[in-house]
């Protein structure tokens, strides 16, 4: 029999997780992107040391500003008493408490650029710590509460005022143009000056931030997506751990991050720890009485989604072994319990993003929270850890729950009258026997106001990687209840390539982007049709984005018969050309097996440009301007042969979004522009 998911993840727990009465049912409306946009959004738990207090991130959307604000807020461990510890129409956000629990740490841009500041953590009035000429990032405090780390973007070899004063003389300058010698020139969304991310450390008393990589030309942390969980202090507090890619000209097609030791007084150059290694280290963290260094490595080079392995070293002069060699998950998240026994970790799960404990000697896993998407980890004293949690059906929240299991408890109910006030589809997960007879997973969300007797339009969603998974999470860009809301059947299809199931089925589409996933697509969708038959199998549209985008591509020549409508949001046309296009060549050169001109078949056996003479189904295009990952042109390029050949079609263009939509009102017109494209072909 399938597992069933429906409603709550932890339905024992329904009633304590409601703490707010829900409206009456005439007061509650179907669940749409306005929703969406008023959860509040919680991130960046911290544990106060004595395991009392959790300080926290919220992120509250002003539609009238066009932004998201972000403020401080404490609880405690039982969630009986919630506090706002800051109000500044500016963005607060990072905190970090001291060791003595009584000051907490966080950056601020209420003074005009991003600072440290610090306030009390029964409240008050804030009070800044730092005065930098540039933005501070990244925030972390030494364990011994002497010195602050964090980091800044200067040019390698020059100290903050001389970066401020070489950036004021390029401002200065009338010509624009910028000579590049060698890769990135551009990445993610920004376009590169020469400056790199660096880490500094700076007493908390006071005094001048140091650089403590500054001959470097590599970031700390990582870019486009690293942060803090980077870069780690011993726990003696005279060094620092972090993590950078020192690759050189090679930088584009390496994945090579290492984990480098130097101590916090510039006394000595980096040291890299991990030089043997030719793949990702990343996620230093020491176990409470410093006797060991665990973090994530990577085994292929090139291969950004191999499988994270947690590695264990005695500190400080060890061999690394790895603690779970049998584990076939790829963490994403690690820390150690307050006794040094056990470390935390997330990772994807069949669908789900679990939480894990691992025992620290015999390297024995253990799930503790099985079904959600365990998004953070704490642990506090008492034998419990705090964790954030989000699903289908409600944003995160904060839960605790016993080290050992059991035990689970809600800590913050901060959304729990907007979650009940609009009314959303229940889920369902489901399995079949995909390509080679493989069991592949996917879920299904009904309409709202689902009715039994009726057949429904149906939105048949492709997630993005291809390493990547559209399992139990409440998405704020691609939300299934949004369409659900709209009176749509949802299906989702975890077809081969996707994370969580094991590292082969992720490995598997190597070489295959268009012949797995799609055998995967074509019989998932079959297999939801023929299980639940409120679904309209005569009214289907298919809609992607990166990856998924380039599948809506493959599909309208592949599968052109397969849809009444698609929509393709950032997807490449032209495989071959994508790769001339695209900033991180790691990742074509690993899934098309090597350059387009060391392998060409690789790149065109699966190239939608290919079959563009097999299109007819009506799809709507949409493409960010400050895409540098899957550049703009390839959605003009999609919205061209469609055009050319006469297809039903629409282009809607973001001039100011990156590979995500990301502005508020943006969001809102990217949904009703969807939606209102689905209803045009499956309503009308």
């Known amino acids: 029999m399938q597992k069933r998911a429906f409603v709550m993840i932890f339905l024992t727990f329904l009633a304590a997780w409601a703490a707010t009465p829900a409206p009456a049912e005439a007061e509650s409306h179907p669940f749409s992107v306005h929703d969406m946009l008023a959860m509040d959004r919680i991130s960046e738990p911290a544990v106060s040391p004595d395991g009392r207090w959790i300080v926290f991130t919220l992120r509250a959307t002003d539609i009238e500003a ?5 403020d401080l807020w404490c609880t405690d461990i039982e969630g009986r008493t919630l506090r706002r510890l800051t109000s500044h129409p500016a963005a607060d956000f990072n905190p970090r408490w ?147 890619r020192d690759a050189g000209r090679q930088e584009a097609w390496s994945t090579n991050l290492d984990l480098f030791f130097v101590p916090v007084d510039g006394s000595a150059a980096p040291r890299n720890l991990t030089e043997g290694n030719q793949a990702s280290d990343t996620q230093p963290a020491f176990s409470p009485d410093g006797r060991f260094l665990a973090y994530l490595a990577m085994e292929r080079p090139g291969y950004e989604a191999d499988r994270y392995r947690i590695m264990l070293r005695s500190w400080p002069g060890g061999e ?43 390297g024995a896993v253990k799930t503790l929270v099985k079904e959600g998407n ?24 904060l839960w605790s729950i016993r080290a050992g299991g059991g035990g689970l408890r809600p800590v913050t109910r901060i959304n729990a009258a907007k979650v009940a006030a609009a009314r959303m589809g229940e889920f369902e997960q489901f399995t079949f026997k995909g390509w080679n007879g493989e069991t592949v997973y996917g879920y299904v969300v009904m309409p709202v106001g689902f009715d039994p007797a009726k057949k429904y339009p149906v939105a048949f969603l492709i997630h993005g990687g ?43 589409i190597r070489g ?17 049709l023929e299980r639940y038959p409120w679904l309209d199998g005569g009214r289907v549209g298919a809609l992607g984005a990166s990856f998924g985008g380039f599948m809506i591509n493959w599909i309208a020549g592949a599968w052109p018969d397969g849809f009444r409508c698609l929509v393709c949001h950032d997807g490449n046309l032209d495989e071959r050309l994508a790769y001339f296009d695209t900033e991180e060549l790691w990742f074509p050169e690993w899934d098309h097996m090597g350059t387009p001109w060391e392998n ?28 540098f990952r899957v550049v703009e042109t390839q959605g003009m390029s999609t919205f061209t042969a469609l055009q050319r050949r006469g297809v039903p079609s629409q282009f809607l263009y973001f001039p100011d979004e990156n590979h995500w939509v990301l502005k508020p009102h943006n969001s809102i017109l990217w949904h009703e522009t969807v939606i209102g494209w689905l209803d045009k072909w499956l309503k009308k």
């Open 600 to 627: 060409p078949e690789g790149y065109e056996e699966h190239n939608p440009v290919n079959l563009v003479k097999n299109w007819k189904t009506p799809m709507l295009v949409i493409h960010g301007a400050l895409d």
């Open 98 to 244: 001291s060791p003595d629990g009584e000051t907490i740490f966080f950056l601020s841009t209420r003074s005009g650029s991003s600072q440290v500041w610090r306030i009390r953590r029964d409240g008050g009035e804030a009070e800044p710590v730092s005065c930098l000429l540039l933005d501070v990032a990244n925030l972390v405090v030494s364990p011994d509460g002497r010195n602050l780390a964090f980091s800044l973007e200067v040019f390698p070899g020059l100290c903050p005022s001389e970066t401020k004063k070489k950036l004021d003389e390029y401002g200065a300058r009338k010509a624009t143009g910028r000579v590049y010698d060698r890769l990135f020139i551009r990445h993610w969304d920004s376009w590169k000056d020469g400056r790199r991310s660096h880490v500094f450390v700076m007493p908390v008393a006071g005094g001048k931030a140091r650089d403590l990589m500054p001959a470097m030309d590599a970031d700390a942390p990582s870019k486009p997506f690293g942060g803090a969980e980077e870069f780690a202090f011993t726990p003696d507090g005279k060094g620092l751990v972090f993590t950078a």
């Open 320 to 362: 690394a072994r790895e603690l779970t060699p049998g584990w076939d998950r790829s963490p994403s998240l690690l820390c150690w319990s307050p006794d040094g026994r056990m470390l935390y970790a997330t990772a994807g799960n069949i669908g789900q993003q679990s939480l894990f404990t691992i025992d620290g000697r015999t």
């Open 512 to 528: 295959d982007w268009g012949g797995k996933p799609l055998e995967d697509l074509q019989k998932g969708l079959a297999a939801a």
């Open 374 to 397: 365990v998004s953070s980890a704490a642990p506090v004293g008492g034998g419990r850890i705090v964790f954030g949690l989000d699903h289908l059906k409600s944003p995160v929240e």
């Open 466 to 508: 291809p390493q990547g998974s559209f399992g139990n999470h409440f998405h704020y860009r691609w939300n299934p209840q949004a369409y659900a809301g709209a009176g749509y059947g949802v299906v989702m299809v975890d077809f081969h390539g996707s994370t969580g199931y094991g590292q082969a089925f992720t490995d598997s």
């Open 66 to 70: 066009n932004r998201g604000r972000t």
